[in-house]
């Protein structure tokens, strides 16, 4: 793994607030969490080499439990429901 490097973050207390529950729900600190959202975000925008590696339990390395299961369900309820 990489080394790890201290970052102040100013931020939004509501944005905070929302981060908190986000990260409390999907079990991760508040600095996890926002680690996550950036290193997803980079490798959606091709900035970042994507980690495809199978973690132990099957799932995709840094992949929060819900998103595995919304990824194979096969469910197509999600459809866009404006068009």
């Known amino acids: ?40 975000a980079l490798q959606r925008e091709g900035r970042l080499p994507n980690r495809e590696t199978e973690g132990a339990d099957g799932g995709k390395a840094g992949t929060a439990p819900h998103e595995r299961r919304l990824a194979t369900s096969g469910d197509d309820a999600a459809e866009d429901v404006d068009s």
């Open 1 to 40: 793994m990489a080394a790890r490097k201290p970052f102040l973050l100013r931020i939004d207390s509501e944005v905070l607030a929302a981060l908190q529950r986000w990260a409390g729900d999907e079990l991760r600190s508040v600095n996890g969490q926002i680690e996550f959202l950036l290193r997803r």
